[in-house]
C-alpha cells in the first residue's frame, strides 16, 4: 500500500531544485528463488530526498543499485527526467553514490579524491581543483584538504567521499547506509550535515538505511519497504503516525501491543476509546483485537491508588521510557519528560491513561 506523495516543504519547493525526476517502474529482480524486488514502483521529484527503509533483505539497497546501473532488473523500468536509462551503464547515467564504506583512494588526499571524477571526464586541472575546494568547503573540511585517508577520522573521510559524489554535478545522488559505520555522535552531525547539503545543492536524492530515526530525520517521504515493494510511502509524520499496516507500525518506532475490542469504529484499549487509522478496515464490532500504541500516546500519573506499577524507566535524554506492570500481567511503556523520574521511580503506584490518538491493529 502507498501513502500520499506529498513532500515537506524545502527550499526545493519554492521552484529552485535542479535535480532529476526519477521513475522506478514494475522492478523485478531476483537472486536464485529469492524475489529481491517484486514489482517496485518508486516516483522521486526534482530535488526530493527520498528514504528507503526496511528490514535486512527486503530490497532497498537492490532498487538503489537498479538505479545506480550496479545491478540489472530482471523486469521493469528506470527512467530519469522522462528517459529511459534502464540499459545505460552505470559510468553514463551521471549519478553519484556513496557506499557504507567511505572507498577512499589511501594514496591521494582528500583534494585528489574528490578530483577523481572530474579528471575521468576530462576537465582542465585548475577547474578541478577549484571544484574539488568548494565541494570540501561545501563539506566542512576545506581545511583538510592536503591529508590522506589515514590521517581523517572516519566522519570526515564520509565527508569527502560525500563532496567526492557531488563534484561531478549528478543528477541523482544515491546514499547507501553511508552513515552506519559511524559511531552515535558522528552519525547524527553528519546526517544533519547530509540533509543541509542535500537541500542547498537541490540534487535528488535516494537514501537507504535500516535506521528508522535516520530515515524520519532527512528524509522528503519515507518508504518503508517489505519483500521487494512498498508497505508504505509518504511524509515521515504521516509513516509514523498514521501507518498504513501493523508492520509498518511495528517496524517504524516503538508500539505497546495492547489487547483492545473494535467498539463503532474504535477500538477500547484499558477502557479509553481510541480513534482508528483506517476506520474502514475496523473488524466487526465487539472483535477482539491486538492495538499497536505509541509510548507518547500513554501517560502515567503517580497516585497511591493506582493499579499499575513502575517497573523500570529508561534514561534517554530529554524524554525516558517508563515500563509499568498492570493488572492481567500487562505491561505497557510510556514516553516521559526526563525531569519526572524523580516521582516515577521501580515500585511507584501509578494510573495509565491513554491520549486520543489514531492506532493501527496488529495480528494476534
Known amino acids: 500500500m502507498t501513502g500520499t506523495t506529498d513532500v515537506r516543504t524545502t527550499r526545493a519547493d519554492r521552484g529552485d531544485r535542479h535535480g532529476a525526476a526519477v521513475r522506478l517502474h514494475g522492478l523485478h529482480r531476483r537472486f536464485g528463488s529469492v524475489p529481491a524486488l ?26 538503489l543499485r537498479v538505479l545506480a546501473g550496479l545491478e540489472d532488473a530482471d523486469r521493469g523500468q528506470v527512467l530519469v527526467d522522462g528517459v529511459d536509462v534502464t540499459t ?17 583512494f589511501p594514496h591521494l588526499t582528500a583534494r585528489e579524491n574528490v578530483e577523481f571524477g ?11 581543483r577549484q571544484r574539488a575546494g568548494e565541494m570540501l568547503d561545501l563539506v566542512g573540511i576545506g581545511s583538510h584538504a592536503d591529508r590522506y585517508p ?15 559524489a557531488l563534484a561531478i554535478r549528478p543528477r541523482v545522488l ?9 559511531d552515535a555522535k558522528v552519525r547524527v552531525q553528519l ?22 530515526e535516520e530515515a524520519l530525520a532527512v528524509a522528503d517521504r519515507v518508504g518503508v519497504m517489505r519483500a521487494g515493494q512498498l508497505a508504505q510511502l509518504g511524509p515521515p509524520a504521516e509513516v509514523y503516525l498514521r501507518p498504513a499496516s501493523a508492520f509498518v507500525a511495528d517496524f517504524v518506532g516503538l508500539s505497546n501491543r495492547l489487547p483492545g ?3 463503532s469504529n474504535e477500538v477500547e484499549v484499558l477502557g479509553f476509546r481510541l480513534p482508528l487509522v483506517d476506520p474502514a478496515a475496523a473488524p466487526a464490532e465487539a472483535t477482539s483485537v491486538t492495538a499497536l500504541v505509541r509510548p507518547e500516546s500513554v501517560e502515567v500519573v503517580a497516585e497511591e491508588s493506582g493499579s499499575g506499577r513502575v517497573l523500570a524507566a529508561s534514561f534517554l535524554g530529554a524524554t525516558s521510557r517508563v ?16 525531569g519526572r523520574l524523580a516521582e516515577l521511580a521501580p515500585g511507584t503506584a501509578v494510573w495509565v491513561r491513554l491520549r486520543p490518538a489514531p492506532v493501527a491493529l496488529g495480528a494476534g
Open 38 to 63: 517484486d514489482g517496485l514502483d518508486l516516483d522521486l521529484a526534482p530535488g526530493e530526498l527520498v528514504a528507503l527503509l526496511g528490514p535486512s533483505g527486503c530490497g532497498k539497497t537492490t532498487a
Open 150 to 164: 589515514h590521517q581523517l577520522s572516519g566522519g570526515q573521510q564520509q565527508r569527502v567521499a560525500l563532496a567526492r
Open 261 to 263: 475490542r473494535v467498539a
Open 323 to 338: 515500563t509499568v506492570a498492570l493488572p492481567d500481567d500487562q505491561l505497557v511503556v510510556a514516553q516521559v519528560d526526563s
Open 191 to 212: 546526517r544533519d550535515e547530509i540533509r543541509r547539503i542535500q537541500i542547498e545543492v537541490g540534487t535528488t536524492t535516494l537514501f537507504v538505511t535500516h535506521d528508522q
Open 118 to 128: 572530474l579528471r575521468l571526464r576530462g576537465r582542465p586541472a585548475a577547474e578541478r
Open 174 to 182: 544515491l546514499l547507501d547506509e553511508p552513515l552506519s559505520a559511524l
Open 88 to 104: 545505460v551503464p552505470a559510468n553514463r547515467r551521471d549519478m553519484g553514490m556513496v557506499f557504507q564504506a567511505y572507498s577512499l
